[in-house]
């Protein structure tokens, strides 16, 4: 089996169905290689709960180590990046950086406001789920339930002397001299040896298709192509035949939708 090193990706992105793909895919790929760690740097705000756990489902599940490094300084890993942090094997955050704010935003499926009784019952799945996450990985159940139950955001110093991470490091190098040679617990209850002493860090751009779902995905960028989709369905019901405006008004509709 071949041997690769150390495998990097950056997600600096909501979480949802692309990013979740670019992670899992990742996972796949330090499995076939064999790689002895995959480093994973999150600046999130949050994002899609079934995009999460499809993440969480697969990070427990996989045979490479995982470690969640919330950078560069000013970054966060927020609701849905909290959650996939503390499910990791590893947990590190750069100074000035933060995480936390997990409490389900109360919207239903249908884009409408959850009543006070769903949106209790929301919450304490959610606590439930992430209480659960934090026992098997060691970390601080309490403050982990507070960040859902509460909203409560930690600066990284808060989150490391309240045992919700690892490690407060100022860059990958600093993380692999720290944990090189020790023993680490899987999700499975088995021991991992960490062995990285000189090994290169590879990174793992995300695929053209990737970058370009992850663009029209802008909530910005969308309700400009909606604009320009109504736009042209309207000139060309205004001027019928002019073809034109009325297919690229259909295509701006369509990457708008998706």
Do not use: W
């Not at 692309?18 to 994002?47: H, Q, V």
């Not at 599940?61 to 950078?71: A, D, E, F, I, R």
């Not at 045992?163 to 209850?189: M, N, P, Q, T, V």
């Not at 989709?229 to 001027?239: A, W």
């Amino acid at each position: 089996m071949s041997y690769a090193s150390i495998l990097k990706i950056t997600v600096e992105a909501p979480i949802h169905p692309i990013t979740s793909e670019y992670i899992r895919d990742t996972i796949d790929r330090a499995e076939k290689e064999n790689a002895s760690l995959l480093i994973i740097a999150l600046n999130t705000p949050g994002g899609l709960d079934t995009s999460m756990r499809e993440i969480i489902e697969r990070i427990l599940s996989s045979k490479t180590p995982v470690l969640v490094y919330v950078s560069p300084s000013g970054a966060r890993a927020a609701s849905a990046g909290f959650f996939i942090g503390i499910s990791c094997d590893i947990f590190v955050m750069a100074p000035g950086t933060n995480t936390g704010a997990a409490h389900p935003v109360g919207v239903s499926i249908t884009g409408q406001s959850m009543d006070k009784t769903m949106e209790e019952k929301v919450t304490h799945d959610a606590a439930s789920y992430i209480k659960t996450l934090a026992e098997k990985r060691g970390r601080n159940t309490k403050l982990a339930e507070d960040a859902v139950r509460k909203s409560l955001s930690y600066t990284e110093k808060e989150a490391f002397e309240g045992k919700l991470i690892d490690l407060i490091a100022a860059s990958e190098r600093e993380i692999i001299e720290h944990f090189d040679g020790k023993r680490i617990k899987r999700f499975d209850g088995e021991e991992y040896l960490l062995d990285l002493k000189g090994e290169e860090i590879i990174d793992i751009p995300m695929s053209a298709r990737q970058k370009f779902l992850i663009t029209i995905s802008n909530p910005n960028l969308a309700y400009l192509l909606l604009m320009l989709g109504l736009l042209g369905l309207y000139f060309e019901f205004s001027n019928p035949g002019s073809i034109l405006p009325g297919v690229l008004g259909g295509i701006f509709l369509l990457l708008a939708i998706f």
